[in-house]
């Protein structure tokens, strides 16, 4: 079914299309009961061409059905249940592969063996992803050390920026849970991303300091290092302001951030471990092989940071300006396909900051028990679109293309596409001083 401006992509997960599917129904039972909007503009006859209306079902039938979706996905997420679906691979998913000799004596033993090693049965991907890494990156990495040539460093440049997103997302669930593999396995667990980080752009323990000792401390408000509320988030200016901050200068504000704070431990540790990671690569660069540094180390390194920065950017460009700290009104959904399916369900950025320990899979099954609050909250869902075209969309001032990748819920339904393109252009204003001290308190505006 499309009621929206486009049809939801085939390689939704499962549990995104069940998401949308709800959305949909809510969208089209408002356009039935006889508050159905008119869009204006030049593209009403283009949408009403790609609508397809429908009879929805009565809102205790629309419940049930949510229930029931509720109820399949803890099932696909419980190991004891028949319906049990572990992740495997984040390109295809496990019911899809139908070759009963794959499944009888390659597949399903691995599933087996693999969740005796994974600390949560649902994340055999992340032993799949493990063993990709120290099969591809690493053997690539040291041969370019010992033979360099640029033809491999470029190729190894190319494959690194294939992994960086979906590796970035499997060490945020890491740094949650405290980590991935079991127990049992505890050294490997907190010795491979010594490796790994490095070669996938990230400087030693930077990601956790940063991201859970910081980031979700402020959640986005004016102490946060990586905060949106004091920049013009559809200007350029402004963010490469915001991204050259980062760039350049994390390494010395996150340690006096937490100076700052009070809390010198963490300082020294986050001081710490950046510097010798600059150190080791310096190292590298001046006394191993510098084109292979360069190749290995630090194309990667630049890149992650503008993902991240490019990233944080779109999740947070829209701030509710009556209640700029609540996480539901500072912070977006995003149902798409490279967020959500290779990247652990990074869309789902409110549940997330709603619950920085609930886990991956649990995220879209929060948002349907959730969702009136969501739609009382005034949240904001985005489908179609991923983080990276979210940030050039809002940079560029493409308010409307924003609003057709906007989801409507409760009274958001009832605007027309413009209003729905002014509302998002009205979150993206920055936040004076006086605002700042007037919504989180004096201490943290910087006032004269």
Known sequence: MVNLY?????????????????????????????????????????????????DSASPE????????????????????SPTFDPTVFVSVDTPDIKNPILRKWIIDPYIRWARTIVRVDTDVV??????????????????????????????????QIYYLGPYTLMMHQHIHMRGILSKSLGWLDHSFPYILDPLMGHTWNSYYFHH??????????????????????????????????FYFLIWFDLPRYFLRKRKSGLAVKAGGCEIANYIYLYLLFTKVNARATFCVYLLPLAIMR????????????????????????????????????????????TSHHLNPLRHWREHPIAFLAQKKQYSDEHALVFYNIDYLMITFNVLSKNYMHLARCLVPMGEQMKMT???????LRTKTRRFTEEEIAEKWGKQYARLK
């Open 6 to 54: 486009f049809a939801p992509d085939a390689q939704l997960t499962v549990q995104d299309r069940m998401v949308l599917d709800a959305l949909q129904n809510d969208y089209s039972r408002f356009q039935k009961n006889g508050v159905s909007q008119v869009e204006t503009g030049e593209d009403s006859d283009d949408l009403a061409a790609k609508q397809t209306r429908y």
């Open 61 to 80: 039938d629309t419940l049930e059905h949510e229930q029931q979706a509720i109820d399949l996905m803890r099932k696909l997420n419980d190991p004891k």
């Open 126 to 159: 992340m032993l799949t992803h493990l063993m990709l890494y120290f099969t591809t990156s690493v053997p690539s990495a040291l041969y370019l050390f010992y033979h360099f040539r640029w033809w491999h460093g470029l190729l190894h440049f190319a494959m």
């Open 212 to 245: 859970v000792k910081h980031h979700h401390v402020e959640a986005n408000g004016p102490d946060d290092l990586s905060s949106t509320v004091r920049y013009q988030r559809d200007d350029v200016w402004n963010f490469l302001h915001y991204l050259g901050r």
């Open 306 to 349: 503008l993902g991240l920065m490019i990233g944080n950017w779109a999740q947070h460009a829209f701030v509710d300006e009556v209640e700029p700290e609540s996480d539901f009104r500072s912070s977006i959904t995003v149902i798409d396909v490279p967020s959500n399916r290779y990247c652990y369900n990074d869309g789902y950025h």
């Open 417 to 423: 596409i413009e209003e729905r393109a002014e509302l």
